[in-house]
């Protein structure tokens, strides 16, 4: 039977299905056109399902951020998977596990990493991460370091170099769709010319990898690339609308919550209302900087793709959500959060819902 | 076999016993000494272990934020159990069956909510929330509003009104100490004195509950207050040092994360690293307000409880952290986070550490 979202107890994390396939099959056909792989970054979802609509459409590989996401995954027949995080040397042990079991790709920057994989003998993949703007990791892709790296592995008996990779963060400085492209192109031409110049060195590189929500909504070149490894794609959230890479009505995951305490100040139109969804529901990702704060963004009305532009979250507590607005008590409203990838971290499974019933429960596989 | 701490895969999330236990019993003193109850906010631990060590110290009853955690405790012995929430109508039915378990305690502060569970047919007590200053969820305690709804419990043939509560968050404002002894004293006068009234309308009011970590740390006179609820205390965090509730001696629960990459600029002493514990390890609780932001403060070496003055996080993405100065890949640090509830809701389970080694590992039902 299927039950209406309507009657469903709160807080709740909806999953709009066709929204979700939608964002799968425009993404699958993207990379088909530029002809390159899609290996979607499963963090985002931290789902099996989610990811076999994906492998349907056409994705080969997935991307994770744990070891632990990369257990789970292997668990239910991944069985190419890249471990898109600079390696951490704790952890070696259960990568040599993992590579015996499945084809796994680590991810390196520096020698200390080689180090540590060779002194546990893992024979396993590996890439090397590249800074493309964003200085988080990676190395910068016109100097030395590189190079360094890519002979040594080139060396190793145990590792394999295979690939290179790198990752735009910064698109998600962009708003309104300004700068994505030229950023894109960043992003392309760094992890593409490091390649060409390990290949100039003799080195084999299959695997040029390249990714972002947003850089992957505006790129109009990959040439030299040979992968796409976009995640929040699936679900989109209230930053991507604010970037510019999709619209609210591209967004699939929302936080249903009810209105527990109504504070109206007596003799004026304001005052604020109490919901139960807060920051162990949506996170504390404080969202897009630079244009106005808001801690979630309500919609106008549960069916319309259309945010409320009056009443929104103003701050989170653990469990409490204070909102503008007084509204009633028992009143149920539809939150889009800055964060999707953080927000279903929040829960254990997604309500799947279709023309506002809910017609299945798909786990969240959030463990550490 | 006692593993070392130094041995742990990393990100870990570490509890300090001897910390915990020397909070646990300083809170249970303090109680003890104003004769009151003590009925901890287990929101903040999710942890049985924890929660039987605070009842072991004299603490009567729990306070839990949601009904998966009642569900979890009540399955665990704990029979005694407020849910200090705003009322959610989507919930009642789980209220009436958890009420039919144990002695369940629900909160109020609109006659919504009371409408919500007479329809449900619950029988339960019900207290009646406050709002000393903070202006989150409650009445004013000077209006009318509460003896309003004070009246129709008392009327009510399933609701038995049993008690008034408050909770001054606004103490979280205050920095080193100041203001928050005033604070104490508002929170207490505003339930008192409320609970007077509705006596002096010929209810009876057997429960007087106030409730924070900081206004617990400072609290001078608990006249005409029958009970406390902090929460926090059990682990404090940085936020608790800024507001002068705690020392970093006395924070029990700390992140310990590897630095995974390293990003000296050359010719400079500047730089930066990444390390393992991002927005899934810490959460993205941006901390106290107003003082140098920090996304968590790194200690000077493992064992010292005292801060490093330059090492800090600057930024969190899902699973990496930025800090600033170039650390060697591999080394190992240990994080104070900003918000200890947050941080422990991120993970599975604490590693307990006592002289170096870990000594026990606890569940956290972090199921929502």
Chains 1, 2 share one sequence.
Request: aromatic fraction near 4%; hydrophobic fraction near 40%.
């Amino acid at each position: 039977m299927v039950v209406s979202v309507r009657e469903l107890p709160t807080p709740a994390l909806l999953l709009d299905l066709d929204v979700l396939e939608e964002n799968i099959a425009r993404q699958a056909s993207r990379a088909r056109r530029f002809g390159v792989s899609l290996r979607p970054h499963i963090k985002t979802h931290k789902c099996i399902e989610v990811a076999r609509l994906q492998r349907s459409a056409g994705a080969r590989g997935i991307t994770v951020s744990t070891l632990a996401e990369a257990r789970v995954f292997a668990d239910h027949g991944f069985d190419d998977i890249l471990w898109a995080f600079p390696l951490i040397p704790s952890r070696v042990g259960e990568v040599r596990e993992l590579a015996e079991r499945i084809r796994l790709t680590v991810v390196v920057d520096s020698p200390a990493a080689i180090d540590a994989l060779e002194a546990a003998g893992a024979e396993v993949a590996v890439w090397i991460k590249v800074d493309c703007g964003y200085h988080r990791a990676g190395v910068d892709p016109a100097g030395d370091e590189g190079l360094r790296l890519g002979e040594r592995l080139a060396a190793s008996r145990s590792l394999r170099l295979e690939g290179v990779l790198t990752h735009a963060g910064h698109a998600y400085e962009c708003r309104g769709g300004g700068g994505l492209q030229e950023i894109a192109e960043e992003e392309r031409a760094a992890v593409a010319g490091f390649a060409r110049r390990l290949r100039d060195e003799g080195m084999a590189v299959d695997h040029v990898s390249v990714g972002s929500t947003p850089t992957m909504s505006a790129v109009t070149d990959l040439t030299g690339v040979t992968e796409m490894r976009p995640g929040n794609y699936t679900f989109h959230d209230y930053t991507q609308t604010v970037i510019g890479s999709a619209g609210v009505a591209d967004c699939a995951l929302t936080v249903l919550s009810t209105v527990v305490s109504s504070r109206p100040v007596t003799g004026t139109s304001e005052g604020w209302s109490v919901v139960d969804a807060g920051g162990l529901s949506l996170s504390k990702d404080s969202g897009p900087t630079g244009c106005a704060p808001t801690m979630g963004r309500i919609y106008a009305d549960y069916d319309a793709a259309r945010l409320d532009e009056h009443r929104m979250l103003t701050s989170l507590s653990q469990e409490h959500g204070v909102t503008t607005g007084a509204m009633a008590v028992g009143e149920r409203v539809r939150i889009l959060p800055n964060h999707s990838c953080m927000a279903a971290a929040c829960f254990d499974r997604y309500h799947v819902v279709r023309g506002g019933g809910v017609v299945d429960l798909w786990p969240i596989h959030r463990q550490r």
